[in-house]
């Protein structure tokens, strides 16, 4: 007991409960800021809660003050932390609703609480008063005896009244119209402690006034609230903890899906789809192995190449979807005789790469290449046709042969041709006699290579003629490799090896630049209406970044589709027809003219010339040498430029010498002439000088 005669109880305590619950909650608010999860608000409420603990302590001091002097002192406080709670509760809904002028709205407010805050310790002893205010003893039934202030409201103190209330509906409004929208429980939740925080404010105004004999509870208002706002806070850190699982588990499908298609990328980088076999590029993959162990075990492998003999004249008579067919079923025959760590690969349409580890090498090579003959004696069954095959096999031996994989592939090339001149169908070694083919090709890969680095490339120009005037239609571009020792050398030599070396990519890139800047050099110079034609190899045709390649060299030089004209031959097309034909089709569609070059010297069929975006046909050179004294030849001709007429396309005769060839070629109407009788291929630089001064017949 203390002076006055106070009897702290349970009011107090719940007093210093619920500051003790407030200091918790401004610690869950805190903590939950740190974590880095995001909920708007949160660091003014976790101040609201720092208030709430000031308030909730300044009322438990109040209510045991020992005298009145000790009272007002504490009701001092009790007023400034008031105010500091409705200005962090003000900051919080502004906050938590968006206000839109938040900013300057609560540095608005933030001056006016602070003027408040000031005047509440410089307000004179019962100054909340108006008039005499006493000091009364509340006696509770459970033994409780505890001090109060009595006494009229002063206008000061119920204008103040009026200004929380009047924030107080402002907070509704916020929380229960354009809050809504956004978060309909969250409205409800905050709407409910809003209306019991006005309900206390408004009770504790009778409880100063004497109306109502008991202790301030209007504090407990914004301890309710809190309790409230901290079940949303749970609430939002609940479904954040859930979204986030559900992120992870997305992440963690997402990272399966990423994983599966790496492997199912992997596997179509390294395998033929056709076969499933090992490409060109996990033969290279897998053959690391073998090398490496027979370096270290001094010992020998052996590398079959296989290419099935005829089986263009199988694709070409029956259809591609047959030939596929053989070569899913060659495939399946020849793996079913791979044992151990040998292993099997597909190099190109119609060519398999074995590589036996089997010792002695040469023994167990040959013995695989005769169980092979063997197996391809038994026909095939496609559909309703019955097939025979045989293949032509050539044998290299590492280290013997070569020491890398790459020379090793063209070893065992080297041996297969050996068997195809020898009749087929036969088994060969590499022979020591073709290093020197081996030699020349690498040291002409590797020159090439250094070729692109230091432009050692020139374009060449050969004037295709219209045959019924005379005047230049197109140029068809050439490559030279000027070579600082070889000097001049010739494509046949250098472009098989580009191939091979897979470097014809890059060359055929410089080829399509280049002769697209040559050609607006020349529209500068008032050069127009003739278009360059420029040959594409197999390689190039089946690169999916063709297309790219011709529309960047086209957009940088300033030209059209319409200034080119690019040249493919039959074969190249039979490789892999429907991606060929979609590459075609993309070409077309930028307005780029196509021709067919050599027409008539490979094995295509007219259902496929039928589906090809083709706007020409060339007569290879060999049906024109002698078409004067030839009767074939000359059918053959004149067969393919009636056929052209028929298709709507244009014919260009390559190879013409002679003004006979010439005129008998015109009188079979054929379009466009090229070849020796009207000009050699040219550099750049000539060709201006050439266009001004030629005219038919010069």
Known sequence: ???????????????????????????VCAAVALSGIRIRGIWWLAAMCVASVGSQLANADFHVAPNLLAATDAQRWQNAWSAGQLYTLTGFLAIYTRHRHRRGFLIIMGVLFASMIAMAFQMPPGGRFAGEYKSVILEFPWGERLQMLHGELSRSSLIGRTGFFGLFLWGLYRVAIPYAREDRTGSIVISLGLVILILATALGGLVETGTIAFVYFGNYGYIFLVLLVLYLVVRKLL??????????????????????????????????????????AGLFNLIRKPIEQAQRQHSQFAMLHIDLDRFDVINDTLGPNVGDRLL?????????????????????????IVVINGQPAAAAAIGFADTLHELLREPFAIDEHTLHVTASIGIALYPDDADNAEALLVAADLATREAKRQGRNCTRFFRRELDDAIRERLHVGNALRMALAEQQFELYFQPQIDARDGHITSLEALIRWHHPEGGLIEPGRFIPVAEEMHLIGEVGAWVIDEACRILADWREAGIHDIRVAINLSAQQLHQTELIDTVRGALDRHGLTGNDLELEITESMVMEDPDLCIEQLRQLSALGIKLAMDDFGTGYSSLSYLRRLPIDTLKIDRSFVHDIETNDND???????????????????????????????LRDLKCDRFQGYLFARPMPAPAVSGFLRNYSIGT
């Open 328 to 352: 899913q079923e060659v495939s399946r025959r020849l793996q079913s005789r791979i044992q151990g760590e040998d292993f099997a690969a597909r190099m190109s349409a119609d060519e398999f």
């Open 634 to 664: 000359a059918t053959i001709c004149a067969t393919t430029i009636s056929m052209a007429n028929t298709l709507g396309l244009d014919t260009v005769a390559e190879g013409i010498e002679t003004e006979a060839q010439a005129n008998r």
């Open 239 to 280: 479904a954040s903890n859930a979204r986030l699982k559900r992120m992870t588990a997305a992440l963690h499908n997402e990272l399966d899906s990423h994983l599966e298609t790496r492997k199912v990328v992997h596997h179509l980088s390294f395998n033929d789809r056709l076969t499933d076999l090992p490409s060109r």
């Open 1 to 27: 007991m203390t002076t006055l005669g106070i009897v702290p109880g349970p009011l107090i305590t719940a007093y210093h409960f619920s500051a003790g619950f407030a200091a918790f909650a401004a610690l």
